[in-house]
């Protein structure tokens, strides 16, 4: 029975490897069409050249590490930081751009030579499920950048204007965030583009709570927060492609952004004069921008850290807070998103997750529902703020409230559902009466 129920896992980690692997390449054809490297060019290209981030390698590197003991991850520390002393070194001496992560990218791959040659059985298989997570956390990254590339080559209008004017159902909130980062100064920009650009660390740090007795129990948990990011990331810019969508800095900023297109904005408007309320149109916008607003990714991605951290200790939990905070600050403060977008990001990321722990515990109709609702919530919110966007600015104490109570349903309904999941513990026995002694 137990070889019977491996068999049919094996057949469908196969299938997906094979699948995973032809997305890469048909990725990677397509970024040549456009005269640019793909994800697997440049994944293969930092195994020698300078890395686009060396935190995220490392990050990756501790997300296989779980799976080592500790002797074997102080080796493996060691190595990495000795090979990007000597990359650093040698860049250094020819004066070549600076950038650690090389020894990561190394101790990883190495890591997957030692287990197909030198382990067998439960320790192969799970030292390469680790290595699979690591290089999935990091090719996500590139394959990303090629996804963005073609929404902005493939999708010649932008639908700015549409989410733009259902953005005043929230009161704006890009413009108003804006004046707020802008008011902070150097600083508060700053801590926030970090924690921006380092969100794909945060998950890891998160991640490595949840695995952290992957080494001991020599398996990993059924459900863990790379799961859900990594999806996301997957299914995410598929959305971009139906609704493409710049952003607030792009489409209503100037040349004191410096974002490089400001030939293509309306008008300078952003972030001190709300745009105005008129009937909106799709927009030409330039090859290069990415089209990468709706749903807000990092917005989703935020939520689902937070969502996460909810079962670590008190300094995880407030770490969770904090990003997430600070991320949807960034968001809208750099003008890279409008409010809706923020709205759809968290709804998709509670639906996401919703689906995977369902997947994970086997499916039943308290997760069907669930997932339902939530992939209609967001359906109805892409819909309206396509095809409602007027009245949604000429009644904003109506459709702002809605939005906002839409968004709520699908958190309460994921917090209620997830309550029922866990397990509850069962009562001790009561003690049996004993007989008296006469």
Request: aromatic fraction near 12%; charged fraction near 10%.
């Amino acid at each position: 029975m137990f070889v019977a129920w491996r068999q049919p896992r094996a057949m469908l980690w196969t299938a997906a490897s094979v699948v995973a692997l032809g997305f890469l390449v048909a990725l990677e054809i397509t970024a040549r069409h456009y005269g640019v490297a793909g994800p697997i060019t440049n994944q293969a290209q930092e195994v020698i050249f300078a890395p686009k981030s060396g935190p995220l390698l490392y990050a990756g590197m501790a997300l296989m590490m779980v799976a080592l003991t500790w002797r074997q991850r102080f080796i493996a520390l060691g190595v990495a930081a000795g090979i990007d002393i000597v990359f650093f070194l040698v860049r250094w001496a020819v004066d070549a751009k600076m950038m650690f992560g090389n020894g990561a990218l190394w101790v990883i791959l190495g890591c997957a030579v030692i287990a197909v040659t030198r382990r067998t059985g439960q320790e192969r298989v799970l030292l390469l499920k680790g290595v699979g997570l690591s290089l999935l956390l990091v090719a996500g990254r590139k394959t990303g950048d090629t996804w963005l590339l073609i929404t902005s080559k493939t999708r010649p209008t932008v639908l700015d204007q549409y989410v733009a004017t259902a953005d005043h159902a929230l009161g704006n909130p890009s413009w108003l965030a804006g004046r707020v980062v802008s008011s902070t100064g150097s600083v508060g920009a700053h801590v926030l583009d970090y924690v921006y650009i380092q969100l794909a660390v945060a998950a890891v740090i998160v991640a490595l709570y949840q695995l952290r007795n992957v080494a001991s129990e020599r398996r990993f948990p059924a459900h863990h927060l790379v799961r859900t990011f990594l999806v996301i990331g997957l299914v995410g810019p598929a959305i971009y492609m139906i609704f493409p969508v710049v952003g607030p800095i792009f489409t209503y900023g100037t040349g004191a952004f410096g974002t490089g297109g400001e030939h293509w904005a309306l008008a300078n408007l952003w972030p001190h004069t709300p745009p105005p309320i008129a009937t909106p149109h799709a927009i030409p916008f330039d090859e290069i921008t990415p089209r990468n607003c709706m749903p807000s990714l990092h917005t989703a991605w935020a939520t689902t850290i937070f969502i996460h951290s909810r079962k670590g200790p008190r300094l995880l939990r407030y770490a969770g807070v904090f990003w997430l905070i600070a991320t949807l600050s960034a968001t809208l403060g750099f003008g890279y998103h409008y409010g809706v977008d923020l709205i759809a990001g968290v709804v998709f990321a509670f639906t996401i997750d919703a689906a995977l722990r369902s997947l994970a515990r086997g499916w039943d109709r308290a997760g069907i529902q669930l997932v339902a609702y939530g992939t209609t919530v967001f359906a109805l919110l892409l819909v309206s703020y396509r095809y409602l966007p007027m009245q949604m600015a000429t009644y904003p104490w109506v459709f702002g409230p809605l939005l906002i109570l839409a968004m709520i349903s699908v958190i309460h309904g994921f917090v209620r559902t997830t309550k029922l999941w866990e397990p509850k513990a069962a009562p001790s026995p009561k003690p049996e009466p004993q007989p008296e002694m006469v």
